[in-house]
């Protein structure tokens, strides 16, 4: 007899009738329970340019303001962080992570990455592969409980990510660097 909140995925129409299709782990729900929080984005203010979920433990999302003057962060935070406590309640305890979505895939990523600070961002467009460097104090912070930060990060950029120490960094770039060779280093070859 309780009151369930869930997503309508499909309504199909079977011999039986009707058959209604919910979900409370598909990330739309997310954006509906953010929806009907958050006024500015009712109001088309605020958008949620993209949700990843881990329903039950984590979720990011990346919002983006259409009016300079509204921090979409913060309107979705809400006043001493009512608003994103009222959905972390309805999820049982999920965490919600909200960053500022951005147009640049670098900025993107190392926002997606928080709260691990990243040093460097070296994009393969062709692959669609981010390779993100970072301090050793920041790589657990970046990796997160259980991989799920940098799994996250990965579902909410769609970007493949591969996270280095700076250490590690710099031994791939000497490998890199001796690797190389001149067609005129080469012996016989003209």
Not at 12 to 31: C, M, T, V, W, Y
Not at 52 to 76: L, M, N, Q
Not at 84 to 98: F, M, P, S, W
């Amino acid at each position: 007899g309780s009151a369930v909140r869930a997503f309508i995925i499909e309504v199909l129409d079977n011999a039986k009738g009707p058959q209604i299709i919910l979900s409370r782990s598909h990330p739309e729900f997310l954006k509906a329970l953010f929806a009907q929080e958050v006024p500015e984005i009712q109001e088309d203010i605020v958008e949620i340019k993209a949700v990843a979920r881990e329903p039950g433990t984590r979720s990011k999302i990346a919002v983006v303001s259409r009016d300079e003057r509204v921090d979409p962060i913060g309107s979705c935070v809400g006043m001493k962080g009512s608003r994103v406590q009222a959905v972390t309640h309805e999820l049982k305890g999920e965490r919600v992570d909200i960053v500022l979505w951005s147009p640049d895939p670098i900025q993107l990523i190392s926002r997606a990455l928080s709260p691990a600070e990243v040093s460097q961002v070296q994009l393969d467009e062709n692959r669609g592969e981010a390779t993100v460097v970072v301090t050793e104090d920041q790589l657990s912070k970046a990796i997160g409980k259980e991989g799920k930060n940098v799994r996250l990060a990965a579902k909410l950029t769609e970007w493949k990510i591969d996270l280095i120490s700076a250490r590690e960094h710099g031994i791939r770039q000497r490998v890199a660097d001796e690797m190389k060779m001149s067609l005129s280093d080469l012996p016989d070859v003209s």
